[in-house]
């Protein structure tokens, strides 16, 4: 779209949804909801403000000490000189050249972790995965900090990739409308959660559904420390975090001594059960875990464990297990229990019954759709094997050649000498963000993409101005969706920003690479090409998709893929007949006990779901961290992104803290008072909020506030990864345990 006077007003997609935009002059004016949306998301709002924020990053820059001495030590304090982009093209060049010579693609890591664009051709973990690949490959990494731990631990309990199951395969919301009787939410459904999802999210309908829920009275328990975890008219049981395998492990041992466990499906469909069923009555270690062995630790009363119980087997319950719990230290065990204890039910493979997983982490879950293929920028081959999970990258840098554990492997950490990054904020993301700075100065050298000075583009080596998708066109899809969009170039792209396509493309030519990354085509013609095979793939499913130009002057289109009746439940042909239908697992069962995890010898994950007590949780407070800390995923945007432009708004930043008041009165704290949340590992600054809502010993600080300057004692904005720790999971999975944090509050 040219620059001129004329007001117009286009549709186009982001990962939260679609909106309108206005433009005038070059310029985004405006963002509304999008018409069909019946709960459309408020993040767009922001949207003008953040695109044309002073924070963009203008020009080609490189860090002064790094240009003029390879200085490593300035990240993040240094200042950065504006190039031209051949010199600045030029000089990356030479030293990623540089690097491949003298320590080869195995010291190069290709990060891109996080959500970037929605389009699917300026996918920016596609585009700097192809780069790198194109020129010989590089260290990449394994899961998401989202799902890391149980894309692990799953496929040895149910043997199926964990994620396909939890977005193509689980029950829809209608069969639950339909069947379900029961709903018992490990974590909650978090509408607020559920207005983002991967690719984007049309129609926000959660909170329908939960309404649909109340009028057929079916019974909805949300199980965690805040109220606000799931729709106000859920009932709420307020555990402590941490404790939910200890409350699983009660729950099964009703059943099992109250006679209520389904043995026949457990002989059927499981194996390892009398291994487990050892340790739950406490033959292997004395301890019975019992509703009163339970209690005291999770933080509620022996009845109300052995009436819930009583009521999961009386009833068609559906369990639902939050992706918030496998982040946290031992977060294996609460997803391989929630399957031992919906085995125990013996309802895994009824509609609405069984076993859930991430329903309401992101919106597409609970949708059923016939899932259409293509529209995916191919990546090419990695010739590079090292991968590492993707929450140890703190644990790479620090420590090379190091041998570290991960899912019955043991291999040392590779030495990293290039980090290329384009697409997303580790200072978001990671744990203990002050030992992740310490870090970050170990590599050689650090290249970001990136449109705002975001705290990782102000840690870099040499910074490209990236482009944002509304200054570029595209397509919108997802397969949680059934709505297809053009994303037309809105405005045209800010300062000297280009598209990564075209820097990576740049980059290439000059390592002799370029006809192997862009395989002779410039981005509009890539585009037009994927949409081909889009059409195609689409044909062979007999789903009708208008041609490029037709989607083009249409804007968006709704395509006929929704599956308005009951979906076929995952495991049902599995539950009819498991010896015709058999899972993936060794025994082709549901692995209770898993002889390939026990083979394992780890301490920290045992053959069968166990509880294990996190280093820090309400039961290891101390006099100087006695609370426990949770930090939610925000609601005003999606993880980072448009912060810059939110931290304007009054009262916004400081990230506000939610408290009890039983914990507020004693520290003399009051709604809107500044706080010091602080540890051993770090502290940041806080805006209280009092309520009644969230346990007695918790509080909640929402993700997403910018990494502020390590050089001070207090983190500015409120990040709480510099109050997280570092640490796997487990070393069977190594995923992250941001939810294992102890703190304390003081007013400032």
């Not at 990576?504 to 994927?530: D, H, M, N, Q």
């Not at 081909?532 to 968006?556: C, F, H, K, Q, T």
Request: proline letters at 8%; aromatic letters at 8%.
């Amino acid at each position: 779209m040219a620059d001129g006077p004329l007001k117009e007003t286009k549709v186009t997609s982001s990962h939260w949804g679609a909106f309108e935009v206005d433009v005038e002059g070059g310029r985004i004016t405006a963002a509304r909801p999008f018409a069909p949306d019946p709960h459309p998301s408020a993040i767009p709002d922001i949207l003008p403000a953040a695109i044309h924020h002073r924070s963009r990053v203008a020009r080609p820059s490189i860090r002064r000490g790094w240009l003029e001495r390879r200085d490593r030590q300035g990240r993040g304090s240094d200042e950065f000189i504006a190039l031209p982009w051949d010199e600045a093209l030029d000089i990356a060049a030479e030293e990623i050249a540089r690097i491949r010579r003298t320590h080869g693609n195995e010291a190069i890591f290709g990060g891109s972790y996080g959500w970037s664009s929605a389009g699917r051709f300026h996918h920016a973990q596609s585009q700097v995965h192809r780069f790198l690949n194109s020129i010989g490959g590089y260290v990449a990494s394994f899961g998401s900090y989202s799902t890391g731990c149980a894309q692990s631990i799953m496929p040895h309990v149910f043997g199926v990739n964990f994620l396909t199951m939890l977005y193509e395969h689980q029950d829809g919301w209608h069969t639950l409308a339909e069947h379900t009787e029961t709903l018992v939410m490990f974590g909650g459904i978090n509408p607020k959660n559920a207005q983002v999802s991967m690719g984007g999210i049309t129609e926000h309908d959660t909170r329908t559904w939960f309404d649909r829920f109340a009028e057929k009275d079916m019974h909805c328990l949300n199980i965690g420390p805040q109220r606000s975890d799931a729709p106000e008219n859920c009932a709420w049981l307020p555990l402590k975090p941490a404790t939910d395998t200890a409350l699983m492990l009660a729950l099964a041992h009703v059943l099992e001594t109250e006679g209520l466990t389904d043995h026949a499906f457990l002989a059927r469909c499981t194996v390892g059960f009398d291994r487990f069923r050892r340790y739950l009555m406490g033959e292997t270690d004395g301890i019975p875990k019992s509703p009163d062995w339970a209690a005291p630790i999770c933080g509620t009363d022996p009845e109300t464990i052995r009436s819930l119980a009583r009521r999961m087997a009386a009833t068609r319950t559906l369990i639902t297990v939050a992706w918030s719990l496998q982040r946290a230290e031992h977060g294996e065990q609460p997803y391989w229990m929630s399957a031992t204890l919906a085995a125990m039910l013996g309802q895994i493979g009824l509609p609405g019954g069984g076993i859930g997983y991430g329903y309401g982490a992101i919106g597409g879950v609970g949708k059923s759709f016939l899932g259409l293929r293509g529209m995916t920028f191919p990546q090419l081959d990695n010739p590079v094997r090292k991968v590492i999970p993707v929450a140890r990258i703190g644990d790479m840098l620090r420590n090379p050649g190091a041998l570290y554990d991960f899912n019955g492997r043991r291999e040392p950490y590779p030495d990293i000498r290039l980090i290329c990054w384009a697409g997303g904020n580790p200072y978001h993301h990671h744990q203990d963000l002050n030992a992740l700075h310490e870090a970050w100065q170990k590599p050689e050298t650090i290249l970001v993409n990136e449109p705002w000075w975001t705290a990782t583009a102000k840690r870099a080596d040499i910074v490209f101005p990236a482009t944002t998708p509304y200054e570029r066109e595209d397509i919108g899809r997802s397969n949680l969706d059934d709505y297809l969009f053009h994303m037309p170039a809105l405005i045209p792209p800010q300062g000297e920003a280009r598209d990564d396509y075209d820097i990576f493309a740049g980059l290439a030519a000059r390592l002799g690479a370029g006809e192997v990354f862009t395989g002779g085509k410039t981005s509009a013609e890539w585009i037009p090409e994927l949409y081909a095979e889009y059409r195609r793939l689409a044909a062979e499913e007999g789903i009708e998709v208008p041609d490029l130009d037709e989607l083009r002057g249409r804007n968006w289109v709704k395509l006929p893929i929704r599956r308005d009746g009951p979906n076929r439940t995952l495991f049902a042909p599995f539950r009819e007949d498991p010896d015709a239908a058999p899972l993936g697992t060794p025994s082709g069962r549901i692995e209770i006990f898993s002889e390939t995890v026990a083979g394992f010898g780890y301490d920290d994950c045992p053959g069968h779901p166990v509880w294990l007590p996190p280093a820090e949780w309400l039961g290891a407070a101390t006099e100087a961290a006695p609370l426990h800390l949770v930090s939610p995923q925000p609601g005003d945007k999606l993880h980072s992104q448009l912060e810059s432009a939110l931290a304007d708004l009054p009262g916004v930043r400081p990230a506000t803290l939610v408290i009890h008041p039983d914990d507020a009165a004693p520290r003399g704290i009051a709604t809107g008072d500044l706080l010091r949340v602080h540890n051993a590992r770090g502290a940041c600054r806080a805006r209280a909020a009092l309520s009644d809502g969230i346990r007695p010993g918790v509080v909640a600080l929402p993700t997403g506030a910018w990494y502020g300057d390590p050089g001070g004692n207090i983190d500015p904005d409120g990040n709480p990864n510099v109050l997280t720790r570092d640490v796997g999971t487990s070393r069977l999975a190594q995923g992250s345990s941001a939810h294992t944090a102890l703190v304390e509050v003081a007013k400032l």
